[in-house]
């Protein structure tokens, strides 16, 4: 997709409920989505965040024919562009209309348009906008309870691989099956 997901619903028509208690938010196991601060008004540009229980409760929170990329898929596509040192650059909106300054390596070559869409955060607070942007993978870190993301920040080109649980709130871009 060339924008993160913004579904309010599962792609069988079950609503995901929209979270906006931080604390609640910080004890779910199920599903959820929430708009960056809150607020709605960043719907169309940063799209939803999702706790990764979204992704994997049911299977369904892609249209159908779409699914939330694994881990093996986020690498594929890093590898095909050049390595993590380079990747990150050409997926992101070149510029800073909405990227901090300097948006080190910011191409948009692969028309990714990846946006600083900042997240929820474990300790329950939003931050990041204009500094970088976190995106879900469908993948469990081996044997673990952490699920595998990527982040884009301002000051580098570089796509970051790390894990964390599956608490936070963060971007999702679906794949064509």
């Known amino acids: 997709m060339k924008e993160n997901l913004k579904t309010t619903?599962?792609?069988?028509?079950?609503?995901?409920?929209?979270?906006?208690?931080?604390?609640?938010?910080?004890?779910?196991?199920?599903g959820a989505y929430c708009w960056y601060d809150n607020d709605?008004?960043?719907?169309?540009?940063?799209?939803?965040?999702?706790?990764?229980?979204?992704?994997v409760e049911n299977g369904k929170l892609c249209p159908l024919g779409w699914h939330v990329p694994t881990d093996d898929?986020?690498?594929?596509?890093?590898?095909?562009?050049?390595?993590?040192?380079?990747?990150?650059?050409?997926?992101?909106?070149?510029?800073?209309?909405h990227w901090l300054t300097p948006n080190t390596g910011a191409t948009n070559e692969t028309g990714f348009t990846a946006l600083p869409c900042g997240g929820l955060y474990l300790d329950g607070a939003f931050k990041s906008t204009t500094t970088g942007g976190n995106w879900w993978s469908s993948s469990l870190e081996g044997g673990?309870?952490?699920?595998?993301?990527?982040?884009?920040?301002?000051?580098?080109?570089?796509?970051?691989r790390?894990?964390?649980?599956?608490?936070?709130?963060?971007?999702v871009r679906c794949i064509k099956d």
């Open 9 to 30: 619903h599962y792609n069988d028509g079950t609503i995901i409920p929209n979270i906006t208690n931080i604390s609640e938010w910080l004890t779910l196991n199920s």
């Open 40 to 55: 709605i008004s960043n719907k169309n540009k940063y799209g939803a965040l999702y706790n990764f229980y979204s992704i």
């Open 73 to 97: 898929e986020w690498t594929i596509l890093t590898n095909y562009l050049g390595g993590e040192n380079i990747a990150g650059g050409k997926l992101k909106e070149a510029g800073t209309l």
């Open 144 to 160: 673990t309870n952490w699920v595998w993301f990527r982040f884009m920040g301002y000051s580098s080109a570089y796509l970051f």
């Open 162 to 171: 790390s894990d964390v649980d599956k608490t936070p709130g963060f971007s």
